[in-house]
Structure formats: structure tokens, C-alpha cells
């Protein structure tokens, strides 16, 4: 756990000094089945998007997909970027965009895939990489993320109502 911790770190470090470097760190949380979708951007040292989404009735890998799918977009959008990291309480989920069979969260894949050909194409030295950061790693930038998404209140849109 601590060379994984170091490496996170190590990650984080060489984001903070690189300008054309993208720190992407979600996390969710789903209460009530209200998903809480949490994330923030780096870029160098400091936070440039914190993003919170919610939505009802969602699984959760739907939900992690879904804040996935929205910070590669905001992120693809900017200029000078040669390197997206995204770090996941939930990797399993992450795989499913580069999965090309068929599957339930294949509109999410092909929207990510769309948004990622337009970053390729533009430089081919360009990268991403996903990185797991479970919950059980502790490591603090996730941690606020994952603080972020279960204290975050959201009033039912709603009400609730049996038939």
C-alpha cells in the first residue's frame, strides 16, 4: 500500500509541475438511489473545476462512467493539454470505455471514445492514464473528493410516492 501511496503522490507532484498535464480525481457516492457524482481538475497546483453532479436511479457504474464522461469532455476542450491522468475509486468502471463489445454503458464508452480521438488527433504524443485509487489507500486528494461526495446534501427532486 505505501509504494502505491508514494506513486499517487509521485503522480500528483509531476501533474503540479507540468502545465500540460491534467489531474482528473472522481469519486461518488449514492444515498437513497441519489448518486452524488464528485471531481476535481487540476492543472499544476491548483484546482481549476470542481464538478458535483447528481442524478436518481442510476447503477453505480453508470454514475462513475457518467463523471467520467463529463470531465474528459470539459478536459479535451482545453488547449496546450499533452496528458490527462484520471484517478478512480473505481477502475472496473474506467474499463468499460475502451471495452468495444456489447455491453450496457456503451453510450458512455462511445461519447468518451469520441471526445478522446478529437485529443489524439491533435498531438499523437498525447496520453491518458487511469489510475485505481481505492478508498482503502487513504491518499489525501482522493480522500477530500470522497469527503466531498457523501457530505454533500441534495434535496430530493421528487417526492416520494407508492401506487
Known amino acids: 500500500m505505501t509504494s502505491y501511496h508514494n506513486r499517487?503522490?509521485?503522480i500528483l507532484e509531476n501533474s503540479l509541475v507540468n502545465q500540460d498535464a491534467i489531474l482528473i480525481?472522481?469519486?461518488?457516492?449514492?444515498?437513497?438511489?441519489?448518486?452524488i457524482l464528485v471531481s476535481h481538475i487540476?492543472?499544476?497546483?491548483?484546482?481549476?473545476?470542481?464538478?458535483?453532479h447528481h442524478t436518481i436511479n442510476i447503477t453505480f457504474t453508470e454514475a462513475k462512467l457518467f463523471t467520467i464522461r463529463c470531465?474528459?469532455?470539459?478536459?479535451?476542450q482545453l488547449q496546450d493539454i499533452t496528458c490527462i491522468i484520471v484517478i478512480t475509486d473505481m477502475i472496473l468502471a474506467a474499463k468499460q470505455i475502451f471495452n468495444s463489445s456489447f455491453h450496457l454503458y456503451e453510450l458512455y464508452s462511445i461519447v468518451i471514445s469520441k471526445d478522446l480521438r478529437c485529443f489524439f488527433k491533435?498531438?499523437?504524443?498525447?496520453t491518458i492514464n487511469f489510475w485505481d485509487c481505492p478508498d482503502s489507500i487513504k491518499w489525501?486528494?482522493?480522500?477530500?473528493?470522497?469527503?466531498?461526495?457523501?457530505?454533500?446534501?441534495?434535496?430530493?427532486?421528487?417526492?416520494?410516492?407508492?401506487s
Open 8 to 10: 499517487l503522490n509521485s
Open 25 to 35: 480525481i472522481t469519486d461518488i457516492s449514492i444515498k437513497n438511489k441519489v448518486a
Open 42 to 52: 487540476y492543472r499544476g497546483q491548483e484546482i481549476i473545476v470542481k464538478s458535483v
Open 71 to 76: 470531465e474528459i469532455n470539459y478536459v479535451v
Open 122 to 126: 491533435r498531438n499523437l504524443n498525447n
Open 140 to 162: 489525501s486528494p482522493h480522500l477530500l473528493v470522497d469527503k466531498e461526495s457523501k457530505h454533500i446534501k441534495i434535496d430530493s427532486v421528487f417526492s416520494s410516492k407508492t
